[in-house]
C-alpha cells in the first residue's frame, strides 16, 4: 500500500485528539496519578515498540518524525498514554478481575482502530509471525500491570508519607 495524504492527516488527527483530551482526562483524578500512569505507560511502550520494531516483527511505513524515530510515536506517546489515564480512572477500585475486563473492553476498541489500520491503510504492518492476538495479548497485559505499578508506587508514597 503506498502513503496517502489520508494516512498522514489521521496519524496527525489521531495525535490532536490525544493532545486536546488529555487536560480532560487528567483533570477527572489526582494530577500526580494521571502523570504517572501517562508517564509510565509513554515509558514502556518505547521499551515494547522498539524492541518489536528492532526485531521486525512490527513496523510503521508512515509516521510522525520518521528520520528521528522508527516506533509510531503518535500511538506511544501520545494516544495510548491518554488512554492508560482513562484506564487508571475508571479502574481505580476495582478487584484484579474487574480490572481485567474493563482492560480488555478499552483494548478491543483500541485494537478495532489498529486492525482498520492495518488493513486501510500505510500506518502498520504486522510481520514475521505477528498477528492480532499478539497485540491483544500484550496491550491488556502491559495495561494491567501498568495500572498495578500506578496503584503499588501510590501505596508506597502513602507509606512513605506516614514515617
Not at 492527516?9 to 494530577?31: D, E, T
Not at 480488555?104 to 486492525?115: K, M, R
Amino acid at each position: 500500500m503506498k502513503e496517502t495524504r489520508f494516512d498522514k492527516n489521521f496519524l496527525k488527527g489521531v495525535s490532536l485528539a490525544a493532545i486536546i483530551l488529555l487536560p480532560f482526562f487528567l483533570r477527572k483524578q489526582s494530577l500526580k496519578e494521571g502523570l504517572l500512569a501517562f508517564l509510565l505507560n509513554g515509558i514502556t511502550n518505547n521499551w515494547l515498540d522498539f524492541y518489536l520494531v528492532s526485531h521486525k516483527k512490527l513496523e510503521y511505513p508512515i509516521r510522525l518524525f520518521p528520520k528521528l524515530f522508527k516506533i509510531n510515536i503518535a500511538f506511544d506517546f501520545l494516544l495510548y498514554p491518554t488512554v492508560s489515564v482513562l484506564i487508571n480512572k475508571v479502574t481505580q477500585e476495582d478487584g484484579f478481575f474487574r480490572l481485567s475486563a474493563k482492560v480488555f473492553g478499552f483494548i478491543i476498541g483500541i485494537f478495532a482502530v489498529e486492525l482498520w489500520a492495518v488493513k486501510k491503510t500505510s500506518l502498520i504492518r504486522w510481520k514475521n509471525g505477528w498477528n492480532w492476538y499478539h497485540t491483544i495479548g500484550s496491550m491488556v497485559i502491559k495495561s494491567i500491570l501498568n495500572v498495578l505499578a500506578v496503584r503499588i508506587i501510590k501505596k508506597m508514597g502513602t507509606v512513605l508519607t506516614i514515617y
